[in-house]
């Protein structure tokens, strides 16, 4: 099997890469930041990302629709797995044209390119479709509103087999601004914990958040769309996360507040029963999960 990976130097693209290939597929991943060293920012982790993935990154703008379509027909893929987008909801509501151009705009380069090759596409949407309501789509920012679309997108290809809604994922190669990383740099240094209030998150490790995209990938009878959220559903206090994090460090946690930004929801949590079809259920445990990110920070901060 063929696989192109869009955002392949990206935190779940490059565990996804690294998985397709220890499962024997071949492998071309695509990113606009592919030939970038660190981009200047000790904590982007980008070397360790092209590395640990394994695979031939091209460098690239999906946003290009004819050079997209070059790839995939040099490539042949059987199945695109389309995880390129702005990923930060703080970076999409400071450029919102650059979000829904990227996050929006590439997932229709992917498409058409898909359509020319005959590849199905496996498309990584975001909890943020949910906004505060879990039952419907009611997304709240910029960056939630630009998912929303690209699902609409995909629902009328007819090409896309899986749309997949991770919740707050962390794991090794998380990015600096995610809250696993922040949580442990605050504490490590000392100082308070800066959590939103009444912030309540659905954690997710990486590594399950990667199995259900490669089971997303496995060949389908059905053409339909099928949907489904990525977690654990539980909803998780982030002061209860962070003190997950300070046990794990074996530091002392302090805390301070701020307000929650309107265009972050205030609590999700998935709903497993979206996507029975996929067979998936979360298997790392939350102590465990915690752990091993905390096991992998403490020697790559030692490097930064």
Same mark, same amino acid.
């Given at each position: 099997m063929r696989a192109l990976v869009t955002g392949s130097v990206g935190f779940i693209g490059c565990h996804l890469c690294s998985r397709l290939v220890g499962d024997g597929w071949e492998v071309l991943g695509v990113d606009i930041r592919a030939e970038a060293q660190n981009n200047g920012n000790p904590h982007s982790f980008l070397a360790e990302r092209k590395t640990f993935a394994g695979v031939r990154h091209l460098a690239g703008d999906v946003r290009d629709s004819g050079w997209v379509r070059e790839v995939a027909e040099g490539h042949q893929p059987d199945v695109i797995f389309h995880l390129a987008a702005i990923a930060s909801v703080h970076d999409a509501e400071r450029d919102?044209?650059?979000?829904?151009?990227? /996050?929006?705009?590439?997932?229709?380069?992917?498409?058409?390119?898909? $359509?020319?090759?005959?590849?199905?596409?496996?498309?990584?949407s975001s909890s943020a479709v949910y906004g505060n309501d879990i039952g419907n789509l009611c997304p709240l920012g910029v960056y939630g509103k630009s998912k929303f679309e690209a699902e609409?997108?995909? $629902?009328?290809?007819?090409?896309? #087999?899986?749309?997949?809604?991770?919740?707050?994922? *962390?794991?090794?190669?998380?990015?600096?601004?995610?809250?696993?990383?922040? *949580?442990? #740099?605050?504490?490590?240094?000392?100082?308070?914990?800066?959590?939103?209030?009444? $912030?309540?998150?659905?954690?997710?490790?990486?590594?399950?958040?990667?199995?259900? %995209?490669?089971?997303?990938?496995?060949?389908?009878? #059905?053409?339909?769309? /099928?949907?489904?959220?990525?977690?654990?559903?539980?909803?998780?206090?982030?002061?209860? %996360?962070?003190?997950?994090?300070?046990?794990?460090?074996?530091l002392p946690l302090r805390v301070t507040t701020e307000k929650l930004p309107a265009f972050e929801a205030v609590s999700t949590r998935a709903d497993l029963r979206r996507g029975k079809g996929l067979s998936w259920a979360p298997e790392i445990p939350a102590g465990k999960a915690v752990a091993d990110f905390v096991e992998w920070y403490k020697e790559a901060s030692l490097r930064r």
């Open positions: 919102a044209q650059l979000c829904y151009d990227t /996050n929006i705009g590439g997932t229709e380069s992917v498409l058409r390119a898909a $359509s020319h090759v005959g590849a199905r596409v496996v498309f990584a609409q997108l995909c $629902s009328k290809s007819g090409l896309t #087999s899986w749309v997949l809604r991770p919740f707050t994922v *962390f794991g090794k190669f998380g990015r600096e601004d995610m809250a696993a990383w922040r *949580f442990a #740099s605050q504490i490590q240094n000392g100082e308070a914990v800066t959590l939103r209030q009444g $912030s309540v998150r659905d954690m997710v490790d990486v590594r399950d958040t990667v199995r259900a %995209f490669m089971l997303a990938g496995a060949p389908m009878q #059905s053409a339909d769309l /099928n949907v489904a959220d990525i977690g654990t559903g539980v909803g998780t206090d982030m002061g209860d %996360f962070a003190g997950m994090i300070a046990d794990a460090l074996r």
